[in-house]
Each structure stands twice: as structure tokens, then as C-alpha cells.
């Protein structure tokens, strides 16, 4: 039993097939499933392979646009951390070390 | 993980109301906690190497765990000048985190919550990780705790 992660790159009638990226090892595996996904959704497979073929037990489909939104949600909160951070905390260049603001 | 508004507004309203009965929780404190609380996504870096085809993950996936996020909260609380107070109050911030990650489920492993000692992972499957509905509730709460903590202080006044 091993658990992979991947990319929706291409579908089949009895599957699709899933590309593993691991950099110059990176790898494309046929999932024998019938679930609904789309191209460039990200599936995490717990199942039995064979041959570059894998049988799942368990399957969690990220749908593309819900995992990229995941960013969007995260890019949002580094601006408000970074305001509401220098608010109330200001860099000393002196000692190079960070001070409450006195005012804040 | 879910993500960092998600991680930042839990630290914020937990900050709020550990404040209504600690008065350490001030606002200068709660943004600590709240930088603490993304010290554990220093992982990520590994998103900025994958653009360039570099493949890191094995390398700084340790990095998601309490003992690296300890290791790398002493080293930014040497930025300030409070830096017992601030290393603490990072502390609180990663384990907001680790708490909401807790929750999520992948389809075997988990979090590497006893690394170095074991390997073993720990969720509780209740979430997917691009769940945003964890997000809105935290965003409601958000603005509820602001509101009322806001209106304490105006009264108090």
C-alpha cells in the first residue's frame, strides 16, 4: 500500500492518469478510478500499485480551482500581517533589533 | 494546512479572548502571535524552488514540525529586544497553527508532531486542506471579537 500525490494530467475510460512531481524523477502513474476530475486537479491516492498503475482504497481530489485559491487566501494575510506588524513595531537600525512603537 | 488568513485570524481571536482575562494580550502582543502563527509554513519555501525546478521538499519538510518551528522561533525572537517574551508569544503562534493543521486529514501520514523522535503522523481528518469554510467561520469570529473587544475598551474608557 503507498500513498501518492499528483496533477489530473489526462483522463481515460477506466481512469485517468496523474503526474508525480518529484524534479528530474517525476513520474506518470494510471489511476484505475471512476471519479469525476478535471484536468489540473491534485489528487492524494492511498491504494496498491502495480506496473505504474495504481488501485485506490482512499482518494482526496483538490479541485484546481480550489487549491489555487488556497494562495489567493494566503497572499491576502501577508499584507494585513505586515501592516498591522509595523503598526505596532518598529525596526531599530542602531541595534538592528526590533522595539514596540511608543505610540503605537 | 488551511490557509495563512485562516492561521492568522485563529491566532488573532484566540489572542482577543485569552486578552479579555490577561492583559499580556495587548495588540503589540497579538501581532507576535499571529507572525508565530506562519512560523511552521517556512516549508513553503520549497514553493519558491519548484519555480525553478528545483525539487527541495525532502530536504525542508522537517521543517513543519514543532521541534524546526521552536528552532526557528528562538532565532527570529533574537530580532527584538524582548526576546524571552517574544520567543514565548511566537510559541503560542505556531501552536495556533499545528492546532488548525491538526484538524485537517490527508489520505494516510499526517503531521510530524514528535520529529526528531518519531515519524509517526497524527490528523484528525475532519478537514480538507482547501477547506474555506474554516476561513468564513474564522473571519465571522474575526469581526465578532473585534467588535466586542472593541466596544469592552471603548466602555472601559
Redesign the interface.
Given at each position: 500500500m503507498v500513498?501518492i500525490y499528483g496533477i489530473v494530467i489526462n483522463k481515460s475510460c477506466d481512469g485517468f492518469y496523474i503526474l508525480i512531481?518529484?524534479?528530474?524523477k517525476s513520474k506518470i502513474i494510471k489511476v484505475l478510478s471512476n471519479l469525476d476530475v478535471d484536468n489540473g486537479d491534485r489528487v492524494?491516492?492511498?491504494g496498491v500499485l502495480q506496473k505504474d498503475e495504481i488501485t485506490p482504497e482512499?482518494?482526496?481530489v483538490?479541485?484546481k480551482w480550489?487549491?489555487y485559491?488556497?494562495?489567493i487566501?494566503?497572499?491576502?494575510?501577508?499584507p494585513?500581517?505586515v501592516y498591522?506588524?509595523f503598526?505596532?513595531?518598529t525596526f531599530?537600525f542602531k541595534?538592528?533589533?526590533?522595539?514596540?512603537?511608543k505610540n503605537? | 494546512?488551511p490557509?495563512?488568513?485562516?492561521?492568522?485570524l485563529f491566532a488573532y481571536v484566540l489572542c482577543k479572548v485569552l486578552g479579555i482575562r490577561f492583559k499580556m494580550f495587548n495588540?503589540?502582543n497579538t501581532?507576535i502571535v499571529?507572525?508565530g502563527s506562519?512560523i511552521p509554513d517556512v516549508v513553503k519555501v520549497g514553493s519558491i524552488f519548484?519555480l525553478f525546478?528545483?525539487?527541495v521538499w525532502d530536504y525542508i519538510y522537517p521543517s513543519h514540525t514543532p521541534a524546526c518551528s521552536l528552532l526557528v522561533a528562538g532565532l527570529v525572537s533574537l530580532?527584538?529586544?524582548e526576546s524571552a517574551v517574544v520567543f514565548l508569544l511566537l510559541v503560542l503562534g505556531f501552536t495556533t497553527h499545528y492546532m488548525l493543521d491538526f484538524l485537517m486529514?490527508?489520505?494516510?501520514?499526517g503531521m510530524l508532531l514528535l520529529f526528531p523522535f518519531s515519524w509517526d503522523g497524527y490528523q484528525l481528518g475532519l478537514i480538507?486542506?482547501?477547506d474555506?469554510m474554516i476561513?468564513l467561520i474564522l473571519m465571522i469570529m474575526t469581526v465578532v471579537v473585534y467588535a466586542v473587544t472593541n466596544d469592552e475598551i471603548n466602555t472601559q474608557r
Open positions: 500513498s512531481e518529484h524534479g528530474p492524494e491516492i492511498l482512499k482518494i482526496i483538490y479541485k480550489s487549491y485559491s488556497i494562495f487566501r494566503s497572499a491576502i494575510a501577508i494585513i500581517v498591522v506588524f503598526k505596532y513595531w531599530d541595534e538592528m533589533k526590533f522595539r514596540r512603537r503605537a | 494546512m490557509d495563512w488568513l485562516a492561521h492568522v495588540n503589540e501581532v499571529m507572525v506562519l519548484d525546478g528545483i525539487d530580532l527584538f529586544y486529514g490527508h489520505v494516510s501520514g480538507q486542506c482547501d474555506y476561513t
